[in-house]
């Protein structure tokens, strides 16, 4: 081997052992250029796919998510329209260099929480940025029961110092895609999303990773006053409303409990059209 080749192939041992965890990937280093004369050639972007090695990793099963309703993974027709909404949202947040979206509704059982974890899928589907899903809603937690996964620590802990953020992220087995569940739940919601110590979670987890998208699910607008304490530490929130169920009375109370709060937009929910 030349002294050349064995010069370049230290330096990419050594960049790859630099890549922090969520952007480490196997062959995400290319192989150095071969000498060409004429024109440039052409780079090729691969696909980031993290190697998690301190993340918890946990197989879900596709049956069990389809089942949820979790239609990221269940059909191409509903992956497109999930496609396009992404890019929505990305066009209007990206613009400023915004990378945190709250997902709440007016009221329980609109599908807030669904829409959050399909959301979270898609944009994962990028090739280009990784996404930590959030499960901000203390008092009625449910994203571990739509991906199957068993309850245990999570933000809670975080925020009353019983646990580092890193030590209870969850890979729910899906390229770019990173879930911090709520943790055992708590009645005082209110006061904890309120805390300095919850501000100080909110900014590592945003300035960790630059490139990183985070969606957070949080409790319903009309029933408490979580969603109304986390909308002020937000870039960016979308409320979702359900067909023939939400009331214009409701999503002008929304819209009067967050004045002045980033709302880019709502989402039309169970739609039969």
Excluded: W
């Excluded at 899928?121 to 990028?126: L, N, R």
């Excluded at 959030?134 to 646990?163: Q, R």
Aim: with cysteine; net charge positive; hydrophobic share 40%.
């Amino acid at each position: 081997m030349s002294k050349l080749r064995k010069a370049l192939e230290k330096a990419k041992e050594a960049r790859g052992d630099q890549i922090p965890e969520h952007l480490q990937s196997a062959g995400s280093v290319p192989p150095p250029a071969k000498a060409l004369t004429g024109a440039m050639p052409q780079v090729i972007q691969k696909p980031l796919k993290p190697i998690y090695t301190t993340t918890k990793v946990v197989q879900c099963d596709t049956i069990f998510l389809r089942k949820n309703k979790v239609i990221s993974v269940c059909t191409e027709d509903a992956a497109d329209h999930l496609k396009m909404l992404r890019s929505q949202i990305i066009n209007r947040m990206t613009e400023e260099g915004r990378n945190t979206l709250l997902v709440t509704s007016a009221n329980p059982g609109e599908g807030k929480t669904l829409t959050a974890i399909n959301l979270a899928i898609s944009f994962s589907q990028q090739f280009n940025r990784t996404v930590l899903l959030v499960d901000g809603d203390i008092k009625k937690p449910s994203i571990h029961k739509y991906l199957g996964l068993e309850e245990g620590p999570g933000l809670t802990e975080c925020i009353l110092g019983k646990a580092e953020v890193a030590d209870v992220l969850i890979n729910p087995g899906m390229d770019r895609l990173v879930v911090l569940q709520s943790g055992h739940p708590r009645t005082n919601s209110s006061e904890m999303l309120g805390s300095p110590s919850m501000k100080t979670i909110l900014k590592e987890i945003k300035e960790r990773y630059p490139d990183r998208f985070i969606i957070f699910d949080s409790a319903p607008v009309l029933t408490s006053a979580d969603p109304i304490i986390f909308s002020g530490l937000m870039d960016a929130i979308i409320i979702v409303v359900e067909a023939e169920k939400t009331t214009q009375e409701d999503i002008k109370r929304v819209f009067e409990l967050m004045p002045n709060r980033p709302i880019i937009g709502t989402i039309f929910n169970k739609s039969l059209d």
